[in-house]
């Protein structure tokens, strides 16, 4: 297993690969991306796309395996002493919590 530190590159397919030097990792290989930014994660091999030996860089797509957890998908938070919204149709005052019209219910 090869754990390789690479740079974000964009593949002549338009996705997102990664830019390294040295000998090319194997598929299946782990590399380690960082960005100039200082984002870093790491990422699995899929496969090289691109070797260039004279001028010893390689191109390789690659599956993201990122280091921190993605944050939990935000949830709508309710005040506890926040009443139930009403039925469609049904309009209640403002000011005391009464039932003003039924939506044209008799």
Not at 34 to 48: D, F, N, S
Not at 67 to 76: H, I, K, N, S
Request: proline residues 11%.
């Amino acid at each position: 297993m090869c754990v390789c530190d690479c740079t974000p590159a964009k593949l002549k397919t338009g996705e997102w690969g990664v830019r390294g030097t040295g000998e090319p990792p194997r598929p299946g290989d782990e590399v380690r991306v960082q960005t100039r930014g200082g984002k870093r994660w790491h990422a699995r091999i899929v496969r090289v796309v691109y070797h260039d030996t004279a001028e010893d860089y390689w191109l390789a797509r690659t599956e993201k395996k990122r280091d921190t957890a993605a944050p939990p998908p935000a949830v709508e938070q309710v005040a506890e002493d926040e009443p139930p919204a009403p039925p469609a149709g049904v309009v209640i005052c403002p000011n005391c919590g009464a039932v003003i019209d039924h939506g044209g219910a008799a």
